[in-house]
């Protein structure tokens, strides 16, 4: 089902022909991070930190060196001092992310790397390095980051945000707030307020492909790297910072890349692989193992929200009060100020106060995780509105309507909102069968909604005409869920010749212009945009060409349907084919570049429902229907919108129902593996049925929006509902495991 | 490392008693891991599938045999071995996914000393023995007896096992497993039960077996149960009775799996559950085995 | 250290290679052999991305030791097209847009063919259990599932 | 005249003041005239935050014009997964 302002006929936008990488994907020739293996090349491993706080007293390296088959020991001592450099912070905490110096901040923080002639003899000399710790005491969560006298992870880090500013240093990085109108007031005028508290653990992007580099250094100074990314620009500029060498001398080619979802955004390997490189003066391949993706990657932060929301009896939100704090792990940066700027920003709330901290605690830095902060937010809010709607008696897609935000919208984070397409969401999740099908014994239905802005950002893109017609498009986007199939499309509808005549390549760093990552659903919009652009300038040289060789002004060249027409039809048509094969007697091959800071991005909404069935004995909650409605501006490749609004969904499947970080007291995780870190598998799901609602971006020649983020956002309040609607019980606490499932009925029923 | 793949028992039990620091497996499912994660580190790696007893499945009129190292697939995809023992079947077949079946066993999942193990209630209240073979000998051993601890067993580390024997059942007999997972697939149990029931012409109980797995540091017998099933149709009040046996049995652990409180409740639940599918079962396999 | 030489016929040749004893058949077919196909997602036989078929049955060639695979018939998804000739779930995952990144699409491939070669009209629970043991964190399984239900359709009609 | 709205993060610059009316025809110019208004506002401007002038969010937008009666927020900038 998609519903259409307008049926501008495309010929390929909007279908679904296969992938241009596909046939290598299903035949095994894709090559992706770990598959690279180069003559001479020897095997890193990296040396990792127990304790979830130490100070770092002595590394000793000897025994590992001494090793027959050992070719490289580093440790921290190994790379530029940043700070005495006077880097700016950012770059210091990625630098020292990377690698630890003086203390380690968490259990998994990298200490020292070697590299050997083997896998099993980098492990056994990793092993053969001597860490000596003093351990430090520890704070694991925003309670114990924020408690009188927590122990600090960063001396001099005074709370940002704060006027006047705090004298004394803290675990929290910074404070947020966003507010409008008058709380009393708000509060007053409501008929119901409803306040809850919710807390969520930290859960992991949970990517199959763990995080490969080979890096390759030659004597002169330079290096090659091979990295798996969201991002190869990114990974060059993050290395050199860390190296301390000037980006020049760093070309990175991106290999495809198996999952990232925000979580492949960031350096851990590269600069290490470069340097055991250059130490060895041999090619180095790193690999992670899966305990150490989990324990020393992505996650996306543990919280605690409280929500206090207020409605008139006919369903107007009058008030809103959103306190919450979020780990950022051993570096400032959660995501809190996007949370704070989509918690309520779907809805038109007259009196808001929205309060953010970012605090950070000894847990692995926290990374992009797929519209990063907006989903811990959304389960909190979502799961307050369905407890108004239910005490007021009201549909919950009713009240939602009642208060969605429109074009003209006063945000609650700035600005009016442009066209959006919110309310259609909620309007196509209401007319859908699946809202009033009947319901079985112990199920029970929940809905909710969820906002993210997308982004923009600088994109590159070349067209080459090739002799025989066909064209080569290349842009510097590592294509994650199948982006060069909608770089594809767009060239094809642009240029006029068939999908198939197009070729989509991923450039390396020296071969397409700066492109910014995969990463804030950006890519089909602004990547995209780079491409049109591109094609547009080859349309105008092509027209020019065929003025040139009919002898005529160029304004008498139409291009339509891949060939140039004359406008009064006095020429034959020349075709691209006929063009291209001429190119050299016209000026020369046919090519350009189109490189831009996109604009025009549009917000994305996504409103879903689904019916889950409660064993009351076990607690077990399993899903039985799922409906999500997106809009996706314009669908360019409708089977990978598709997709990811039900990857999307399925991981917020996952948040909701099982997924966590497991942490012993110690500060070590006890779950690292997918066996007990329990992403959903094919039979605990249903199909993921998707309605793609189509409301043009005004702002983007196809109406693109980002599609990639924002289906995460509603699951875990959808499900929370639809338990509450089952059983009567609200649960608060992410993951809603059997065993909280179970606890909250025993209380219902004492 | 040194891997060795003996061809029969003897060479096995040479092998293993001139290496001290040997270590046999059969679907290497848990020992890779095992391994990787630095909780073992044997010098010798003793592949058992090599040798003929290990992998088979035999019946004869008195009992099946099964060799300890064949794969669980053998056992879910024979047809007659799961018309009589559904219990042992689908433990069998909840042990991983299809990978893992391919290669996990009953004596793997038995000897890896794990009080979650899968098969090992489903095996136990259908009175499974298990036939060590070591230096000294083969004895035979109740399956109950084997693990006497998480991760220890009552065996040398010279022995290994090589097959189990299961008594054919009865007519009027039934046997069931269920498992508590968060998800549906790929976890370790967080409560296992396995039940039998044997039927009287009446359609009462004439014998029962009830065992509950991951709720105490070994697979655990619920007697009280079973004791309370004898006589009864496996009605209401018996089965409160049953489901409040099988809780106070539990000695479990607040893990990362699961809180001592929810074991102890869900314990009751499943078995409970578990008896009901027995019985069922009991009563549609009318002498007809 | 040791090294064992190994013969086995993968996808269809005769192939020996050498391996330490206890290297997993994984690596083994990754760095002795060249075959990148199959991929290490977890090495504890949780993820599938490493699924092989091993003498007809599926398995998580993590979980193998290198040795153990002498004298073994495998099959990797190299092996799964004929002659160039897609095999039908390989075209099916194509046309049904069955894979994003497409790191796990190697063993789910695996998995399905030895689903099919089992039960060649599964219904879609038992399509999804016997997927259960491959994880995919990109699709959520729909376009999967439906990719191997239109393939058994297509299989049962040749 | 522009009319420049302040977040309540950005108004521990502004003495609290929430909104005020700027003459700038591009950005650059806009935050040049913040900051003699509400000096060091310009530094964190320029360091840490994207521009939505009339509802349209964007990025390093020093030379975007800024239409005269334009409405225009400061915002953090925001990282996407």
């Known amino acids: 089902m998609a519903i259409t302002e307008e049926n501008p006929g495309y010929k390929w936008v909007g279908t679904r022909p296969i992938r241009p990488d596909g046939l290598d994907k299903v035949t095994g020739k894709a090559q992706f991070g770990a598959d690279l293996t180069l003559p001479g090349m020897l095997f890193g491993k990296v040396v990792r930190s127990p304790h979830a706080h130490a100070r770092i007293l002595s590394i000793d390296t000897s025994a590992a060196e001494s090793m027959l088959g050992v070719k490289a020991v580093i440790t921290g001592s190994d790379f530029p001092d940043l700070v005495a450099n006077g880097a700016h912070p950012m770059a210091i905490d990625v630098s020292h992310n990377a690698i630890a110096r003086d203390k380690v901040l968490y259990e998994g923080h990298v200490v020292a790397a070697v590299a050997a002639t083997t896998r099993e003899l980098a492990e056994a000399a990793a092993k053969a390095v001597e860490v000596s710790y003093e351990v430090l005491p520890h704070v694991l969560t925003v309670d114990e980051a924020m408690a009188d006298n927590a122990p600090l992870l960063h001396e001099g880090m005074i709370t940002k945000g704060v006027d006047p500013a705090p004298d004394q240093p803290s675990n929290i990085a910074s404070r947020i707030v966003h507010e409008r109108g008058d709380l009393e007031q708000g509060f007053g005028e409501a008929e119901v307020v409803v306040e809850r508290e919710f807390t969520t653990k930290p859960v992991h992007q949970g990517y199959i492909e763990p995080h490969a580099a080979v890096a390759d250094a030659n004597s002169d100074g330079r290096a090659n790297i091979w990295c798996s990314s969201q991002g190869h620009f990114q990974m060059r500029a993050d290395t050199a910072s860390v190296l301390g060498v000037s980006q020049g001398t760093l070309k990175v080619t991106a290999a495809e890349i198996g999952g990232g979802f925000g979580g492949k955004t960031v350096i851990y390997l590269e600069p290490i692989a470069v340097r055991l490189s250059q130490r060895a003066g041999r090619p180095v391949k790193l690999v992670m193992d899966r305990d150490e993706v989990f324990r020393a990657t992505g996650p996306t932060s543990g919280t605690r929200i409280k929500v206090k929301m207020g409605v008139s009896n006919d369903g107007k939100l009058t008030a809103a009060e959103v306190w919450m704090a979020f780990e950022a792990g051993a570096y400032a940066g959660s995501p809190v100020g996007a949370a704070g700027m989509t918690v309520i920003a779907a809805y038109d709330i007259p009196h808001f106060l929205v309060e953010g901290y970012d605090v950070v605690c000894n847990k692995p830095r926290v990374a992009a995780y797929r519209a990063p902060g907006a989903p811990m937010a959304a389960f909190a809010v979502e799961s307050v509105l369905d407890e108004l709607a239910r005490s007021i008696g009201m549909d919950p897609i009713d009240l939602r309507l009642a208060n969605a935000a429109v074009e003209g919208t ?341 | 490392m040194k891997y060795a793949a003996p061809s029969s028992v003897e060479e096995a039990t040479s092998l293993l008693s001139s290496s001290p620091s040997a270590q046999v497996f059969a679907g290497a499912t848990d020992i890779v891991p095992q391994i990787h994660g630095g909780r073992q580190a044997p010098e010798v790696l003793v592949d058992l599938k090599k040798i003929d007893e290990l992998v088979s499945l035999t019946s004869d009129d008195k009992k099946w045999t099964v060799g300890a190292a064949t794969p669980t697939v053998e056992l879910t995809e024979n047809q007659a071995f799961s018309q009589e023992f559904p219990g042992i079947s689908e433990a069998a077949g909840l042990i991983g996914s299809d990978q893992i079946q391919s290669r996990s066993s009953l004596g793997g999942n038995l000897c890896n000393g794990s009080p979650a193990a899968d098969s090992v209630p489903a095996m136990m209240v259908n009175g499974t023995r298990a036939l060590i073979a070591g230096p000294k ?105 049953v489901a409040a046996a099988a809780s106070a049995v539990c000695n479990p652990i607040d893990d990362k799996r699961g809180t001592i409180a929810y074991r102890e409740q869900v314990a009751g639940v499943l078995a409970k559950r578990a008896v009901l599918i027995a019985m069922e079962r009991a009563q549609q396999r009318n002498g007809d085995v | 250290m040791a090294r064992t030489h190994i013969t086995t016929v993968i996808n269809g040749d005769e192939v020996d290679f050498l391996a330490e004893d206890s290297t997993s058949l994984l690596n083994a077919l990754r760095d002795e052999v060249g075959l990148t196909g199959a991929k290490e997602g977890c090495g504890t036989g949780d993820c599938g991305a490493c699924s092989i078929l091993l003498d007809e049955r599926v398995t998580c060639s993590c979980l193998v030791f290198a040795p153990e695979a002498n004298g073994a018939n495998i099959l990797t998804v190299e092996g799964l097209a004929d002659a ?69 359709m297509q299989m049962r009609e040749q | 005249m522009a009319q420049v709205h302040f977040s309540a993060g950005l108004r521990e610059f502004t003495g609290g003041v929430s909104q005020v009316q700027v003459e700038a025809s591009n950005v650059r110019r806009l935050v040049a005239a913040l900051d003699d208004m509400f000096p060091g506002i310009g530094e964190r401007l320029s360091e840490g935050s994207s521009v939505a002038i009339d509802g349209e969010i964007l990025t390093d937008a020093e030379f975007e014009s800024v239409p005269d009666q334009a409405e225009v927020h400061f915002l953090d900038i925001l990282q996407g997964g």
């Open chain 1, 410 to 750: 006063q945000a609650s984070y700035g600005p009016k909102f442009p066209r959006i397409g919110f309310v259609e969401t909620l309007e196509a999740i209401k007319e859908h069968p699946n809202y009033t099908a009947e319901l079985g014994p112990n199920q029970g239905r929940g809905v909710a909604a969820g906002f993210w802005f997308n982004a923009g950002m600088n994109s590159s893109a070349t067209v080459h005409i090739n002799e025989n017609g066909t064209a080569t498009v290349v842009t510097g986007s590592p294509d994650i869920g199948g982006s060069r199939q909608s770089m594809a499309l767009m060239a094809a509808e642009e240029l006029g010749i068939p999908y198939e005549s197009i070729k989509p390549v991923v450039a390396d760093t020296e071969t397409v212009g700066f492109t910014d990552v995969t990463g804030g659903s950006r890519v089909t919009l602004a990547t995209g945009a780079a491409v049109v652009d591109a094609c547009r300038i080859v349309i105008e040289d092509l027209r020019a060409r065929a003025a040139k060789t009919w002898d005529v002004e160029v304004d008498q060249v139409e291009w339509v349907d891949g060939q140039a027409q004359h406008v009064d039809g006095s020429q034959p048509p020349l075709s691209l084919d006929a063009l291209a094969a001429k190119s050299g007697r016209t000026g020369g091959p046919i090519s350009a570049n189109a490189s831009l800071n996109a604009r025009g991005v549009g917000a994305a909404f996504s409103t879903q429902v689904c019916d889950v069935e409660v064993d009351p004995e076990t607690g077990v909650t399993r899903v039985v229907r799922y409906l999500t409605a997106q809009d996706a501006g314009r669908a360019i490749s409708p089977d990978y919108v598709e997709g990811q609004m039900q990857g999307g969904v399925v991981q917020g499947i996952g948040w909701g129902l099982n997924e966590e970080y497991v942490h012993d007291q110690n500060g070590n995780m006890e779950n690292p593996s997918f066996l007990d870190y329990r992403m959903p598998v094919a039979s605990d799901l249903p199909m993921i049925e998707c309605c793609i609602v189509e409301v043009p971006n005004p702002a983007h020649p196809y109406g693109v929006r980002g599609v990639g983020e924002v289906g995460i956002v509603p699951p875990m309040a959808a499900l929370g509902n639809a338990i509450k609607d089952a059983t009567g019980v609200r649960l608060t606490d992410l993951p809603m495991t059997p065993i909280k499932v179970l606890e909250a009925l025993n209380e219902q029923s004492d």
């Open chain 2, 137 to 241: 000998g083969n004895r035979l051993v109740d399956v109950s007896e084997v693990v006497t601890g998480p991760g220890q067993t009552c065996l040398d580390s010279d022995e290994f096992v090589v097959e189990f024997e299961i008594d054919r059942a009865p007519s009027l007999t039934g046997d069931a497993y269920l498992r508590m997972i968060p998800r549906t697939e790929m976890d370790i149990a967080v409560v296992g039960a396995g039940a039998r029931v044997t039927l009287a012409e009446d359609g009462t109980i004439a014998a029962a077996a009830l065992a509950l797995g991951a709720v105490a540091p070994t697979v655990v017998r619920v007697t009280a149960a079973e004791e309370a099933l004898i006589g009864t149709t496996a009605d209401e009040d018996t089965l409160a009775v």
């Open chain 3, 84 to 152: 160039g000739e897609l095999h039908p779930l390989q075209q099916c995952f194509l046309e049904g847009a069955a894979l994003q990144c497409g790191i796990c699409t190697p063993g789910f491939l695996i998995a399905a063919k030895a689903l099919l070669d089992k039960n060649p009209d599964p219904t879609e629970t038992e399509i999804r259990y016997a997927l259960a043991g491959n994880l995919c964190r990109c699709t959520g399984y729909d376009k999967i599932v439906r990719a191997v239900q239109e393939a058994a």
